[in-house]
């Protein structure tokens, strides 16, 4: 198999910074609805090590995600709007719909999401993003270490 053919290994990683109070969560390459519902459970575990009464900034790492079908994109859209809402940030998300549901959002255990970067591979997506639903404390990206430092800075 030549270079242009080889398939992008699956990562499903998520990490909490207790000292840089940063989450990062990275679901990548070709995954199914498996990998999808081992992301979420990993994602579950990282926010379980987070304090109660933390404020937190939340990395999302996409680049390279490409779902291997319509099942599996259905199954990671929810997580992260899901998360944001249960953490006291409204997701920036419901806006791209003109009939999105509203969530409620609520502070489970006194944890609050204060800053959310999102990176992705796909410019025109995230320069439409960010346009159309980019606020201050939500940013969308295509470099990771951008995104990175963003939160970063925002935390401080």
């Known amino acids: ?12 990683a998520s990490d909490w910074d207790p000292q840089k109070r940063i989450l990062r969560t990275a679901l990548k390459g070709p995954v199914s609805t498996a990998d999808v519902a081992a992301w979420k459970d ?37 997580v992260i709007p899901e998360l944001l809402a249960s953490h006291g940030m409204r997701p920036a ?4 719909f003109e009939d999105a549901p509203e969530v409620p959002v609520s502070v489970e255990n006194g ?9 992705h591979h796909d410019k025109d997506k995230m320069a439409g993003y960010t346009q159309r639903i980019g ?3 939500q940013r969308f990206f295509t470099d990771v270490d951008e995104a990175y ?7 401080e």
């Open 135 to 137: 606020r201050n404390e």
């Open 111 to 119: 944890i609050r999401c204060v800053a959310f970067a999102n990176a």
């Open 42 to 78: 990993g994602l579950a575990r990282a926010v379980g090590g987070i304090s109660a009464g933390s404020d937190f900034g939340l990395l999302l790492d996409l680049v390279g995600y490409e779902p291997a079908d319509l099942g599996a994109h259905k199954a990671m859209r929810t």
């Open 1 to 12: 198999m030549s270079e242009a053919q080889a398939v992008s290994p699956i990562v499903t």
């Open 93 to 96: 998300f419901l806006d791209l």
């Open 149 to 155: 430092a963003w939160i970063q800075k925002f935390l």
